[in-house]
Structures are given as structure tokens and as C-alpha cells.
């Protein structure tokens, strides 16, 4: 369905583990997560540690996932695997080993 997520059924959700190199992107890329589950309404579950984090994106429809929970995947994306991270504060890659 989107690259680097697992889907599940039931419930209905999106998951993926990102690995970082170092506990600033992890930081990072929670903070700029959180601005963008404001900006979007879409809250994912997330538990953290020094270099990874895990996401959970529940459906919020008796039909599973809508497609706001898929874009909001697909962002998420842009801002893990391989890509720079969208902030003046590091040039630095974030790595992507699920």
C-alpha cells in the first residue's frame, strides 16, 4: 500500500520502526512529526527510544484507513528513509533500516 509501512487489518493501521544514527535525529524527527500531526489532525501512536522510533497510524473509519491516515504515511516518509530532514538545524542524513 505505502512504501516501508505494514499494513494490518485488524484493527485496521499503518506501522514501520525507523532506525536513526543518532539520538539529535531521533529528536528531531519527533519534533517535526509532532508539528505536522497539529497541522494535519492525525495523531500516530509512537514510542521511542535513543535511535529508533516506532509508529502506529490507526483508521478512524469502520472501513479501515481514509486517505488523510495514508497521506499523512506517505509525509512520514519524506521525512525518514534516506531523505534530509526537513529543518534549517542539521544537513545530516536520517537512515532507514526496517
Not at 491516515?69 to 506517505?74: D, G, I, P, V, Y
Request: proline fraction near 4%; include cysteine; hydrophobic fraction near 30%.
Amino acid at each position: 500500500m505505502i512504501e516501508n509501512w505494514t499494513v494490518r487489518n485488524r484493527p485496521a493501521r499503518l506501522e514501520r520502526r525507523i532506525e536513526f544514527d543518532n539520538y539529535e535525529l531521533t529528536r528531531e524527527f519527533l519534533e517535526l512529526t509532532a508539528e505536522f500531526s497539529e497541522k494535519e489532525g492525525c495523531y500516530p501512536d509512537m514510542n521511542f527510544g535513543r535511535t529508533h522510533v516506532s509508529m502506529t497510524i490507526h483508521g478512524n473509519t469502520e472501513d479501515g484507513l481514509d486517505e488523510s491516515q495514508l497521506r499523512f504515511a506517505r509525509k512520514i516518509n519524506e521525512f525518514a528513509p534516506g531523505n534530509k530532514i526537513s529543518s534549517p538545524l542539521t544537513t545530516e542524513y536520517v537512515t532507514d533500516r526496517s
